[in-house]
T-cell receptor, first 111, second 114 residues
Framework: KNEVEQSPQNLTAQEGEFITINCSYS?????LHWLQQHPGGGIVSLFM???GKKKHGRLIATINIQEKHSSLHITASHPRDSAVYIC?????????????FGKGTKLSVKP | NAGVTQTPKFQVLKTGQSMTLQCAQD?????MSWYRQDPGMGLRLIHY???????DQGEVPNGYNVSRSTTEDFPLRLLSAAPSQTSVYFC?????????????FGAGTRLSVL
């Protein structure tokens, strides 16, 4: 049983499209992270959320604690956004850096 | 500020060999962790440390040892490598900073065990 589920697994979009990636979890959490992994393997932390919504450039992340669901949106998508996007949760009461990861959503943006 | 530095980037071992994956951070972060990433599995926590001298097991600790003698370094040791340990390994560090708790990842070590 996966405690963190992401959808879709794979996503292909045309440049300029609005993209949504979803993350659902089944455990009590204190925070949720969105990470980006590029084809070369490097991982970058995009957002950490415990409530509400955060925006950074063309990226928007939202979380609904009651529904145990988070979304990552990309506006005006660009081929450089092509990457794997990973959702991770920190368990409530868990150690600060002890995260449970989803399997990732592979995004490919075509020019 | 180099961030999180992992070495080596690539390694091939024979079954039964031992090796140490190095991880160093220069951000004075208390928390460091090791993950492995396998196809279709997502990242899984191997071991973590909440400060120098303190380590604990994660989700998949068997076959790995860690130590944390300094804040900067958190090496991961494979005592007797097995083909099941073929994976990509990531080291990460995190600052205890309340609202801004962001993980910084190293570039990864791709390990093949033959």
């Amino acid at each position: 049983k996966n405690e963190v589920e992401q959808s879709p697994q794979n996503l292909t979009a045309q440049e300029g499209e609005f993209i949504t990636i979803n993350c659902s979890y089944s455990v009590g959490i204190s925070a949720l992270h969105w990470l980006q992994q590029h084809p070369g393997g490097g991982i970058v932390s995009l957002f950490m959320l415990s409530s509400g919504k955060k925006k950074h450039g063309r990226l928007i992340a939202t979380i609904n604690i009651q529904e145990k669901h988070s979304s990552l949106h990309i506006t005006a998508s660009h081929p450089r956004d092509s990457a794997v996007y990973i959702c991770a949760v920190r368990l409530r009461g868990g150690s600060q850096g002890n995260l449970i990861f989803g399997k990732g959503t592979k995004l490919s943006v075509k020019p | 500020n180099a961030g999180v530095t992992q070495t080596p980037k690539f390694q091939v071992l024979k079954t039964g060999q031992s090796m140490t994956l190095q991880c160093a951070q220069d951000m004075n972060h208390e928390y460091m962790s090791w993950y492995r990433q396998d196809p279709g599995m997502g990242l899984r926590l191997i071991h973590y440390s909440v400060g120098a001298g303190i380590t604990d097991q994660g989700e998949v600790p068997n076959g790995y040892n860690v130590s944390r003698s300094t804040t900067e370094d958190f090496p991961l040791r494979l005592l007797s490598a097995a083909p099941s340990q073929t994976s990509v390994y990531f080291c990460a560090s995190t600052a205890y900073d309340g609202a801004k708790n962001i993980q910084y990842f190293g570039a990864g070590t791709r390990l093949s065990v033959l």
